[in-house]
């Protein structure tokens, strides 16, 4: 029994360290890191930051190579890629995770965070940082949540009240909890990658979609999207994960400096989410022909109403344990 299990460790070390070779140039470690949105976005900043830290800490030891806007890999194929040591590092949504993990879909859930802060608390919890560990059995290892913001709903007509979405086509990210929460408007969900979103809106293929005012605007989703209501109802944010078998054959010393860095990265990216979040909502108000529907208590309330019912369908598959945990961090309640 311990010989096999010494064989099994030996194995995976040998294709470890053939796994760092073959993302090696010349001694030198090459994380490709891939990403599907634009430099200027809190995911895309972050991307940059770790590069530079890294490049300048750790010299020709480690080269990093940025790939965004889905120019190496996109939605449909970038966890894939991953796993074949392809690319190293990602930072997909948390929705897109649903296929090696239902516990990450706790984050899918309208409604369920009140804002950011709190978001922020969960993933610091004991349950949120074991959810980081939930997909090692798919050779995914996670290593940090780097916030985006919450997201708002987009559409050809002023949505106002629930009913408003009524028959409208919503683009979402690859989530049945997104697909249940359109469902339970009235609305046709249909799942599309990044890549496709602007000119699926600009074709009229879907009427509406769901983002933070970050990707809103950098991919000018607002010119092709006359009302954006500001329902603040979910939460945008990303996991950054590598492929164990790449990481942990990375040298010890090596490794520590990196995660040092990410830790580093990590706290600047989430520092600076909301304020250019923001930053990009004022952005799109003040552009002609995009009009930011605010709500009042009431008819946030409303919306609430109105998608809040999902949770009870989720409820088996995420685990009342992660559920239980992610309703404690709201401000209203005791933390
Ligand atoms: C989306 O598909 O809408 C987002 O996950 C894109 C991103 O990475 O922010």
């Not at 990707?215 to 979910?234: A, M, R």
């Amino acid at each position: 029994m311990f010989k096999s299990i010494c064989a099994i460790a030996a194995g995976s070390l040998l294709l470890a360290s053939a796994t760092v070779q073959a993302a090696s140039d010349k001694g030198t470690i090459v994380i490709k890191f891939a990403h599907v949105v634009a430099d200027s976005t809190p995911k895309g900043q972050g991307a940059l930051l770790f590069k530079k830290l890294t490049e300048e800490r750790l010299g020709d030891k480690v080269k990093v190579e940025i790939y965004p806007n889905s120019t190496l890999y996109g939605d449909a194929n970038e966890l894939e890629a991953l796993s074949n040591n392809e690319v190293q590092l990602l930072a997909p949504s948390l929705a897109k995770f649903e296929k090696y993990t239902k516990q990450l879909q706790v984050f899918d859930l309208p409604f369920l965070f009140d804002d950011l802060a709190a978001v922020n608390r969960f993933q610091k919890r004991a349950k949120g940082r074991q959810l980081l560990r939930s997909m090692e059995d798919h050779n995914i290892v996670g290593l940090a949540y780097w916030h985006n913001g919450m997201k708002q709903l987009s559409a050809t007509k002023a949505l106002r009240v629930p009913s408003d979405a009524a028959g409208l086509k919503f683009r979402i990210q690859p989530s049945t909890v997104l697909e249940a929460q359109f469902n339970s408007l009235g609305a046709t969900p249909l799942v599309l990658p990044f890549a496709d979103v602007f000119d699926a809106l600009k074709s009229g293929k879907v009427q509406g979609a769901e983002n933070p005012w970050s990707n809103i605007y950098s991919k000018q989703l607002h010119s092709v999207q006359p009302f954006i209501t500001e329902t603040n109802h979910g939460v945008l944010d990303y996991m950054l994960v590598s492929n164990p078998r790449f990481w942990y054959a990375i040298p010890h010393q090596i490794r520590m400096q990196l995660e040092g860095i990410i830790d580093e990265v990590t706290f600047e990216v989430n520092r600076q989410a909301e304020a250019a979040n923001q930053a990009d909502r004022e952005r799109i108000a003040a552009a002609a022909g995009t009009q930011v529907i605010a709500l009042n208590d009431e008819q946030r309330n409303a919306w609430r109403n109105a998608m809040q019912p999902v949770w009870q369908q989720f409820e088996g598959v995420i685990g009342a344990d992660v559920m239980k945990a992610a309703q404690t961090v709201n401000r209203n309640k005791s933390n």
